[in-house]
């Protein structure tokens, strides 16, 4: 075999590239057929009068592409044509995600309504940002967030969280778990001691232990964390839920939200307070956020879309006391926003036309009907056998089921196909979930499905009344 | 002043909140005016037989939400309602960031062009997404990135850049610094050095640092990084644009990425290997990826849609070797996706349809005579005065004007309606950067406007021929 491509040496073109491109197309146009052996490539080095480097390249190159196979003693030889598209690919098959359910029950916490979903006024919004927004919703945008939004973040929380700021403490991230990673940044806390909720958001704990914090993990009593406890930790911040204990569901009681208040003013710590799902509550009136009574600026608050409206817009918000603005303009100039701008701005101009107070209003409604079917088919269904945690709010409950465990619960009802899941990795140590416990996310199954689910769950688990 | 709510004791509604909300009416229906002095905590305790707790919240709650005002000696005292929406902000007023530029000739690094961009196929694919993807595109998503976005990136990739990958092996991520912080977790880097070039990229150089990595610095030689330096510098992993340096515009010869894979492979290093902007190369054959040459799993390819399509959709993706997959499907079940599920169906039926890459090929050449005007223009306003850097690809290039600062630059262009910028902080050490040095982005700009611009900055800088 004849290896002469014509080499130009002016410098134009790398030579290993057009030694690559000389045998790529021979193998492409049936010249050099499946199973030739190429030169090795000292002899073909010294033939074309080029490097031995330049031979390597445009060999691995040829390898990295698929055209040729290398095997240990036999050297470089041709592939099938045909095999082309995975010849070269040496990743070992990977197990992947779970793809959508197929239960016909799935209590997925984190699923929502979609069927109510306003799909006509968020791609009128969509259509509308992409239409107006100019180079702010196709290039970078503002890095804070979208001024707009920013705006309206403001007006929604002091209306329905008693949340008073201006646009300029908001900051916009993709996700809770994105402002979390921002927050370890801003105030520092890699290194240091940081408290959480036990049990807690395992996002959230999988995020500072990679930032590097020194979890201290702070038990739950009845109405929330024990102050004691936290007390005693040395924590630099804590992370809380305080209007809806997640995942057990407790609010932070008045007295305790003035200690930790307290508590944050005498030791100088920041607390952090996730008001994820503060929109859905069933019984009596909304709490107002912690931040609310803060006096001291010691809180940050952080909200999220991902239940009021749509995980899918990654978007989420810190709002920052004005005592940190400083640090965070002077520290933060280079960090780009993770949020897309066009969905910025698209849910900047849902919120503005009042879809989204709509939106909320709806779905609270619709949640609560949920609510009641789920606690209805619960009490039917499976009485006194079972105990309801953290009923009052959200879009999940805690089941504990006299007697059960929580893996085999699970298996059980897999089998009946109703999805339930096992909560244990809410707690820092797993080990130390109590057992008999399930989790339900009720927020995307029909009212009769839940009942029907219940149903199901209660004869697979064999706790009918 | 008589304040006498009605408190219903059964618990179905905290105390504090009943106080809060009979005062809140009171104020709203003017029955509290202006000025009034609100009873102290401990009197209006012991009248409504409460705890003191409870009227501190109840008040905290009011002056949180600006109903009320206090002052150190008289009090509380009810506020005017006009002032209703700024009494209680705290902030101080804060800068906001430049606003949109009000310069005519703006050579912004990072604007696209946007007078050709493909808005009607993009909104066809939004809305597609949107009505055709269901729950996938409405809730989380895939965590690693959307399945069919992946494969078609897999494709590109291959296609473009000679790289082979699975799909499993592509993570999507929202940016690049996004990808950043993700990789210093997966190589849990914090702590350990990790070298990159110097001058670099700022945005990644923030990430490194915040993410605790001890940076190492390695200079920049006319054809990259310097190989010598790299050696001594004991980094775990390196971060580099071998396609097209950042800032300097060198591509990495064949002999050097030989030896820095050489490199990688035998201190067990892995290369970080940020493909930007390959996609506009201006002369010769495209140059074939880094990664494309890699036997041993060492480097990790990033790559963006910031520069070929729209830094809006703030959408990147990482394709891992294979040899840390395990680790990323062990450690990062729990990471939640930040890229919008939404955006990245979108960004896969425009992919797949054929628009990206047309768009891409139509862009190559928009941007090919963007940059032959602005060549010329220095070429004809500028001629000897100055030096022209890395000007074979990409968006931007880098202008040493003799005897020039670029403090002063910047400021007479600024002066003359020409915003051009300044690239020290591209440096590890900002004073190391050479003076005379600007950098011109010329994405965003009008072939016209490039010529002019170029003329204008000639005049002000008396460089003229
Ligand atoms: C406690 C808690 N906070 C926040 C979130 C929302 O996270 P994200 O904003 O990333 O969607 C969740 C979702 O499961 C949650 O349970
Ligand atoms: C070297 C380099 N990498 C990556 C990016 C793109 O960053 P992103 O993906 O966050 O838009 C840029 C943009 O300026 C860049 O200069």
Request: charged fraction near 25%; include cysteine; hydrophobic fraction near 40%.
């Amino acid at each position: 075999m004849e290896l002469t491509p014509f080499l130009q040496r002016d410098g134009s073109l790398p030579l290993y590239v057009q030694v690559y491109e000389y045998i790529k197309l021979e193998i492409e146009q049936g010249r050099l057929p499946e199973g030739t052996r190429l030169p090795s490539i000292r002899r073909l080095s010294e033939h074309l009068s080029v490097s031995k480097n330049t031979i390597e390249a445009a060999y691995q190159q040829l390898v990295a592409e698929g055209y040729v196979g290398s095997k240990a003693k036999s050297g470089m030889h041709v592939l099938s044509q045909e095999e082309l598209s995975t010849a070269s690919q040496t990743a070992p098959p990977v197990e992947e995600e779970r793809e959508p359910s197929t239960y016909a029950y799935d209590f997925q916490y984190g699923d929502l309504d979609l069927e109510h979903f306003p799909y006509r006024q968020w791609k009128q919004c969509l259509q509308k940002a992409l239409e107006t927004g100019g180079a702010e919703v196709l290039l970078y945008g503002n890095r804070q967030g979208d001024r707009g939004l920013r705006e309206e973040i403001a007006k929604h929380v002091l209306q329905a969280r008693g949340v008073s700021c201006l646009p300029e403490q908001v900051v916009i991230c993709a996700g809770t778990q994105q402002a979390i990673t921002f927050l370890c940044q801003l105030l520092e806390l890699a290194g240091q001691p940081v408290a959480m909720e036990d049990p807690g958001y395992d996002g959230v704990r999988t995020v500072l232990l990679q930032q590097g914090c020194l979890l201290q993990p702070v038990a739950i009593e009845d109405d929330g964390i024990s102050m004691a406890e936290l007390s005693q930790s040395a924590a630099k911040a804590v992370y809380i839920t305080p209007s809806h204990q997640f995942p057990c569901g407790a609010v932070l009681p008045i007295q305790k939200r003035m200690k930790l208040l307290q508590w944050a003013y005498n030791t100088n710590s920041f607390i952090v307070e996730d008001d994820y799902d503060s929109e859905f509550r069933y019984q009596g009136q909304p709490i107002p956020a912690l931040k609310a009574l803060d006096t001291g600026e010691r809180v940050i608050y952080l909200g999220t879309f991902s239940k009021s409206f749509l995980p899918a817009a990654r978007v989420s918000y810190v709002i920052l006391p004005p005592i940190l603005l400083t640090r965070y303009k002077k520290h933060f100039q280079n960090q780009s926003q993770s949020a897309s701008p066009l969905i910025q701005r698209a849910l900047y101009l849902f919120m503005k036309e009042g879809s989204f107070s709509r939106h909320v209003r709806r779905m609270r409604k619709l949640y609560q009907a949920k609510h009641r079917a789920l606690l209805t088919a619960i009490e039917a269904y499976m009485g006194e056998r079972v105990r309801v945690i953290g009923q009052r709010a959200g879009l999940h409950l805690l089941l504990e089921v006299a007697g059960g465990q929580s893996g085999e619960l699970v298996r059980r009802a897999e089998t009946a196909g109703v999805k339930v899941y096992e909560p244990k990795k809410y707690w820092a140590d797993p080990d130390a979930c109590p057992p008999g416990l399930v989790i339900l996310g009720f927020g995307g199954l029909r009212e009769e499905d839940i009942t029907e689910g219940i149903r199901i769950l209660a004869e697979a688990w064999a706790c009918v009344k």
